[in-house]
Structures are given as structure tokens and as C-alpha cells.
């Protein structure tokens, strides 16, 4: 397989379409599936069929960060696991902290997922002092005011923010002052940060919305149809 770019010239996030990352994620999930099914290799065809998209689409977001696959061969999902995990960073395990350990909190401090895609939650915090002080799902849970000790102790980079939106901000700023460089909001509110610090909002409501909205013009269709 033909060596991508990221080694010798990296990518500016900037110059990738947010879309094509989000690609590039379901590429890796589909690759490893693929992999653990015992196929060594795959194709932009059948890589993308699986997602539904094209061969094109599949072959034009890969070409973004370099040459991947053989003639005859396609693409060795060992090999192009690899380099897509180099590409998103997850080649290495990421230190992380949880805010807020309520019922959110609490369920992704207890998701297994994290440690196989490269993600560690090693601390977590919360203001409500019958939270803390604890050990929940195998992490230590810490007064909400002692995050920038902590942060700098277990050389954490990655915050997650799972508090209510009131609190979401406040919380996001603890995290920053501590050296974290980048958040997952799962709080419903736009938080304002450092144009240094990266962050992802994840609206679980917005994404049902999403959904109710594909679903219902989808039931119109149909009956328009009829």
C-alpha cells in the first residue's frame, strides 16, 4: 500500500470538510468490522455500499490525505485502519475528564467503547459532594474544584462536558484554564471558548429532531405516493 501523506505533510483540519471526517469515522468502524468478520481486504465499492455512498465518494475522501490501496488488491483493512487512526489521532490513547456525573455522566463513564477507539476516562468531577469522592464505573470522581490539580496530574487533554446547561460554560472554563484543548458538549447550549481550544457539540435532541424530520417527510412521500 502506497504511504499517505500524514507522516511527511500534515493535513490542516482546515482545509477538510467536516463531512469528510465524519466519513472517515464510519470508514474506520466499517474497516474494523470487516477485519473481525476475517476479511483481509476490501474495496471503495463495497466499503461504500455497506455506508451508502459511492466508490467515488469513498476514493475522494481517502485521497485527501494521500494514496491508499493496490491495483487488483484494493485496500488492506489492517493497513488502512492503521492510517486512518493516524489521521484522526486515535493512533494513541488520549487522557480524558468527565464533568458532571448525574445520569449522562455516569452512563458514558460505564461505555466500553472508549478504550477500544483510543479514549481513557481517567478522572471525572462534579459540585454535588455526595458524588465525589468515589469511584463509579472504575474512575475516581473529584470535587469539581480541584480540575485544574487533577487535569495537570494525569496529563489529561480531552474534556467531556455531561452537566445541565447552566452549568455547561462554567464548566467548560474550569476545563480550558486547566490546559484541556479539547471539549465534547453534550450540554444543550453553544459554549464561547478560546479559538485554541477545539470543540464538539453533541445535542441528543437536535439529533432526534433529525431524525423525526427524516422520518416524517419520508411518511408524506409515501402517502403522496399512494
Not at 463495497?46 to 469513498?58: C, I, K, M, N, S
Not at 494513541?92 to 479514549?119: C, D, E, K, P, T
Not at 476545563?175 to 441528543?204: C, Q, R, Y
Request: aromatic fraction near 6%; hydrophobic fraction near 40%.
Amino acid at each position: 500500500m502506497a504511504t499517505g501523506r500524514r507522516k511527511t505533510e500534515p493535513v490542516d483540519p482546515r482545509d477538510v470538510p467536516k463531512a469528510v471526517v465524519n466519513r472517515l469515522s464510519l470508514y474506520l468502524r466499517e474497516l474494523q468490522q470487516l477485519l473481525s468478520g476475517g476479511h483481509a481486504t476490501t474495496s471503495s465499492s463495497r466499503l461504500g455500499q455497506q455506508l451508502g455512498f459511492t466508490d467515488a465518494q469513498v476514493r475522494k475522501d481517502l485521497a485527501y490525505f494521500g494514496q491508499f490501496g493496490q491495483p487488483g488488491v484494493g485496500y488492506r483493512c489492517e493497513e488502512l485502519i492503521a492510517a486512518i487512526r493516524a489521521i484522526l489521532g486515535t493512533d494513541r490513547q488520549w487522557r480524558v475528564a468527565m464533568v458532571g456525573v448525574g445520569n449522562l455522566g455516569r452512563a458514558l463513564l460505564g461505555y466500553r467503547g472508549f478504550i477500544s477507539q483510543g479514549f481513557r476516562v481517567v478522572a471525572a468531577f462534579d459540585v454535588d459532594a455526595t458524588k465525589t469522592e468515589r469511584v463509579v464505573e472504575g474512575v475516581q470522581v473529584y470535587p469539581l474544584e480541584e480540575v485544574g490539580r487533577v487535569v495537570a496530574a494525569e496529563s489529561i487533554e480531552l474534556g467531556l462536558v455531561a452537566v445541565p446547561a447552566s452549568a455547561a460554560q462554567s464548566a467548560a472554563d474550569r476545563l480550558v484554564d486547566a490546559g484541556v484543548s479539547g471539549i465534547l458538549n453534550f450540554a444543550p447550549v453553544t459554549l464561547n471558548l478560546p479559538p485554541e481550544v477545539s470543540i464538539v457539540g453533541v445535542d441528543l435532541a437536535t439529533e432526534l429532531e433529525q431524525l423525526c424530520f427524516s422520518v416524517a417527510n419520508r411518511v408524506e412521500r409515501s402517502t403522496e405516493k399512494s
